[in-house]
Nanobody
Framework: QVQLVESGGGLVQAGGSLRLSCVAS????????MGWYRQAPGKQRELVAT???????NYADSVKGRFTISRDNARNTVYLQMNELKPEDTAAYYC??????????WGQGTQVTVSS
């Protein structure tokens, strides 16, 4: 069983920065695609960014140029550096570990609130 623990959320003013971290248990981290997703109240969960085991990244258009996803396989950790935060970035952010399309795990989420 894989467990994911996110941290780093909080309250920040518009224009500020936060760095989210997600630590995974187990031994499959290095072969997995990692992703950050977010869900605002009343909205569906949406993809923010992903990074493959080989380091290829993908971003939602809304965060391109502001957010950076990275991973440290030695620490079983994926990061999301968020700069130039906007009020519309306010959401619960979730970490996802994907081994295959049908074998994946979610973290419990961390809240990010951006004040205007």
């Amino acid at each position: 069983q894989v467990q994911l623990v996110e941290s780093g959320g909080g309250l920040v003013q518009a224009g500020g920065s936060l760095r989210l971290s997600c630590v995974a248990s187990g031994s499959i981290f290095s072969i997995s695609t990692m992703g950050w997703y977010r869900q605002a109240p009343g909205k569906q969960r949406e993809l923010v960014a992903t990074i493959t085991s080989g380091g290829s990244t993908n971003y939602a258009d809304s965060v391109k140029g502001r957010f950076t996803i990275s991973r440290d396989n030695a620490r079983n950790t994926v990061y999301l550096q968020m700069n130039e935060l906007k009020p519309e970035d306010t959401a619960a952010y979730y970490c996802k570990l994907s081994v295959t399309s049908v074998r994946y795990y979610w973290g419990q989420g961390t809240q990010v609130t951006v004040s205007s």
